[in-house]
């Protein structure tokens, strides 16, 4: 299944980074990656939209909360 990232965050030191995507049927999930790896295993979340897919990342991923506060 083909998936579209639609928002890329990079923790500030460049170490990590959340890549929001949507897959082929619309539905959105997420998936944290250190040094190119995934480490969150969240990307087999189901979500209905761009906003919610952020919304949770940034309540499961702490990096993501702290250096973001354009997201709330």
Avoid: C
């Avoid at 952020?54 to 702490?62: F, N, Q």
């Amino acid at each position: 299944m083909e998936k579209i990232i639609r928002e890329t965050f990079v923790k500030s030191d460049g170490t990590r980074k959340v890549e929001i995507f949507q897959r082929e049927n619309k539905t959105f999930a997420f998936e944290e990656f250190e040094f190119g790896y995934p480490v969150g295993e969240y990307s087999l979340t189901i979500i209905d939209s761009l906003d919610n897919a952020i919304r949770e990342a940034k309540g499961r991923v702490s990096w993501l909360r702290s250096h973001s506060p354009e997201l709330d």
